[in-house]
């Protein structure tokens, strides 16, 4: 009984009944971290190029891999709303989250296209 009263008094209030959980469309800063609003996302168990890095090819010529993961994440959410699952916060004061498009984990997405490593620390 006592939860549903807290229900009620958080509907009755306007406030979110799941504060931490954050959706919206979203500004791209870089293949692992994006923007909802204010709040800036670093996604949860990835590890994207860093926006200057470069790569090597096999044949040892450069690529911009960095770039790369952030257009790609560009591609992945243009349009979309993204909503996102707080985990916690990085030591930068980020928010830590799960996000997805529709049904799609977007930190999978970018480690399926290659853009990003799974970062088992975090993930498990």
Avoid at 41 to 61: M, V
Wanted: glycine fraction near 10%; include cysteine; charge should be negative.
């Amino acid at each position: 009984m006592k939860t549903i009263r807290w229900v009620l008094l958080i509907g009755l209030l306007g406030l979110p009944a799941f504060a931490d959980d954050l959706a919206g469309p979203v500004r791209v800063i870089d293949g692992d971290t994006i923007v909802i609003g204010e709040t800036h996302i670093r996604l949860w168990g990835i590890d994207a190029f860093e926006i200057d890095q470069p790569c090597l090819k096999q044949d040892r010529s450069e690529w911009a891999c960095g770039e790369m993961a952030r257009m790609a994440m560009q591609a992945l959410t243009k349009g979309e709303v993204v909503s996102c699952s707080d985990r916690g916060r990085d030591r930068y004061g980020r928010t830590v989250a799960i996000c997805t498009v529709g049904t799609s984990d977007v930190g999978s997405m970018m480690v399926n296209l290659g853009l990003a490593l799974d970062w088992p620390h975090f993930s498990h």
